[in-house]
C-alpha cells in the first residue's frame, strides 16, 4: 500500500534564521536529529546547530540557536564560515557533529555573468575550512526545562573523574588517510557535485564507532558507507582516529551498498539495523528512497552488500518539471517508533503555508513480515503485510509526542 506521509510543521524564530547572505534556514535542511522532546536540524550555509522543541502533537517550535564557535575552535576564524553540516548523531552524551569534507566549485550564473566570467567561475574550485568538521559537543538535559542543551564541557553521568569535553578531530585528518586509498583516493581531490568526495549522513554507534555516510563518490552504483573509531586525543579539545578494536592495523573499514546508484544522504541507527536515506549524488532531480541495511553493525570487515541484503522502504518524491531542483531529501530523524521524519533542501512554496515555516514529512515505517518455516510454506504462504491498529492510528494523527523516552539510540 502507498506511504503517504503525514505532515509535520517546523516553527523557526525570524530572528535566527536568516545567514549573513540572506538565507532563510528553512530553505537549507540538511539533517535532522530527534533527542526527547527537541528536534535539531542544520543547515548547510550556517555555522550552527537549530534545536526546536514539541509545541504540539505535529508541530515543532521555540527555535533555539547554537552557534558552534562557542563550544569549538573552528579552523576557520570566522564564526559564520559555513560548515556545510551534513549529519548529527547522538550517543555518550554528546552531539556528534560532521561537515561534508567536500571541494566546492563556483557556481557560474548565466542570467548574471558573461559567458567569459561564468566559465571562469567555473574552473574555481576552493577548500572552505570548516566543511572538514567531525566534532562532538556535550549534550545535555536541562532537568527543569526538559531541553537537551549544548555546553563546552559537562559532568560525566558514567565516570564522576571525567568530564564530557567539546572537541574535534584535526584538520583534514580523515581526508589525509583517505588519500591513498584504491576506491576514495581518487575523489578526494573532485568537488562533491561533481562525484567528488563528499560525506552526507552519520550515524553513532557507542565507544568512538562512527558510520559515515558519502554522498559521492558512487562507484559503478556502489554507495560508500565508512566505519570509523574516533577517541579523544591527546591535546584538548581535539580528538583522533584509532585502529577498529577488531581489526589489526585498521583505520576504517568500508562498506560497499548496491542502491541503484544512489548516494546516501542521512543515516540512522535502530538496534543493529541502518536506516539509509538515498538519493542523486550529482546535482539533479531522480529518484530518492529510503532503505534498511538489517545487521549494519555485525560486519567485522569490509563488505560488499547487495540489494537482496537490504531492504526498499519506501520512495520519498521529488520536484520535477515546475519544481526542478527543489523538494530535495536531505534529512532524516526517528520521529518515533513508528514513523521516521524527513525533512528537504529548497523546499517548494507548498510546504511554506506561513513566514517562517516549513512542512516535513512524517513516514510510517512497513516492518518486514516474518516468512513462515519451511515445513508450512506450501500450506500456508506469507500474507500481504498489514500495519498494526496502533500504527493505522498513528497514521491518522501522527503524535510525535508517544516518542519521548522511547527513541532508539541514533
Known amino acids: 500500500m502507498p506511504n503517504s506521509p503525514s505532515a509535520i510543521t517546523l516553527r523557526f524564530d525570524p530572528a535566527l534564521s536568516l545567514n549573513p547572505s540572506g538565507k532563510h534556514v528553512r530553505d537549507g535542511l540538511s539533517s535532522t536529529l530527534r533527542t526527547g522532546d527537541n528536534l535539531w536540524t542544520a543547515c548547510d550555509e550556517r555555522a550552527s546547530v537549530e534545536r526546536l522543541r514539541l509545541t504540539d502533537a505535529t508541530t515543532f517550535g521555540q527555535h533555539c540557536r547554537f552557534q558552534l564557535a562557542d563550544f569549538l575552535d573552528l579552523p576557520d576564524p570566522d564564526a559564520e564560515a559555513e560548515i556545510d553540516?551534513?549529519?548529527?548523531?547522538?550517543?555518550?552524551?554528546?552531539?556528534?557533529?560532521?561537515?561534508?569534507?567536500?571541494?566546492?566549485?563556483?557556481?557560474?550564473?548565466?542570467?548574471?555573468?558573461?559567458?567569459e566570467k561564468g566559465l571562469a567561475k567555473l574552473a574555481k574550485v576552493r577548500a572552505d575550512p570548516n566543511r572538514y568538521l567531525l566534532a562532538r559537543v556535550p549534550l545535555v538535559l536541562n532537568e527543569e526545562t526538559q531541553d537537551y542543551e549544548l555546553q563546552k564541557s559537562a559532568p560525566n553521568p558514567g565516570q564522576k573523574r571525567r568530564k564530557l569535553k567539546a572537541a574535534r578531530l584535526g584538520h583534514h585528518t580523515l581526508i589525509r588517510l583517505l588519500r591513498r586509498d584504491p576506491h576514495v583516493g581518487p575523489f578526494v581531490h573532485l568537488p562533491g557535485k561533481d562525484n567528488g568526495f563528499d560525506i552526507e549522513g552519520m550515524a553513532y554507534a557507542g565507544d568512538g564507532r562512527l558510520f559515515v555516510g558519502l554522498r559521492g563518490p558512487v562507484l559503478r552504483g556502489w554507495a560508500i558507507v565508512l566505519e570509523l573509531h574516533v577517541t579523544e586525543g591527546s591535546k584538548p579539545g581535539r580528538l583522533r582516529l584509532s585502529k577498529l578494536s577488531d581489526a589489526q592495523g585498521v583505520y576504517y573499514?568500508?562498506?560497499?551498498?548496491?542502491?541503484?546508484?544512489?548516494?546516501?544522504?542521512?543515516?540512522?541507527?535502530?538496534?543493529?539495523?541502518?536506516?539509509?536515506?538515498?538519493?542523486?549524488?550529482?546535482?539533479?532531480?531522480?529518484?530518492?528512497?529510503?532503505?534498511?541495511?538489517?545487521?549494519?553493525?555485525?560486519?567485522?570487515?569490509?563488505?560488499?552488500?547487495?540489494?537482496?541484503?537490504?531492504?526498499?522502504?519506501?520512495?520519498?518524491?521529488?520536484g520535477y518539471g515546475p519544481t526542478a531542483g527543489q523538494d530535495k531529501a536531505e534529512g532524516m530523524a526517528l520521529l518515533n517508533e513508528n514513523h521516521v521524519l524527513v525533512v528537504f533542501d529548497s523546499p517548494t512554496d507548498a510546504r511554506k503555508p506561513e513566514d517562517d515555516t516549513v512542512i516535513a514529512d512524517a513516514y510510517r515505517i512497513v516492518q518486514e513480515p516474518e516468512q513462515p518455516d519451511a515445513e508450512n510454506a506450501a500450506v500456508a504462504p506469507p500474507a500481504a503485510a498489514e500495519p498494526s491498529a496502533e500504527v493505522a492510528a498513528a497514521d491518522e494523527h501522527v503524535t510525535a509526542s508517544d516518542a519521548q523516552g522511547n527513541l532508539p539510540v541514533q
Open 253 to 318: 573499514r568500508k562498506h560497499f551498498l548496491d542502491l541503484g546508484g544512489m548516494g546516501l544522504r542521512e543515516m540512522r541507527l535502530v538496534g543493529n539495523d541502518l536506516y539509509l536515506l538515498a538519493g542523486p549524488t550529482m546535482d539533479l532531480d531522480g529518484t530518492i528512497a529510503v532503505f534498511c541495511w538489517p545487521d549494519a553493525l555485525h560486519h567485522d570487515a569490509d563488505s560488499l552488500v547487495a540489494p537482496s541484503q537490504l531492504r526498499r522502504m519506501f520512495d520519498v518524491p521529488h
Open 85 to 115: 553540516i551534513e549529519g548529527l548523531a547522538e550517543g555518550d552524551g554528546y552531539l556528534w557533529i560532521v561537515g561534508s569534507h567536500s571541494l566546492r566549485r563556483k557556481d557560474p550564473k548565466p542570467e548574471k555573468d558573461d559567458t
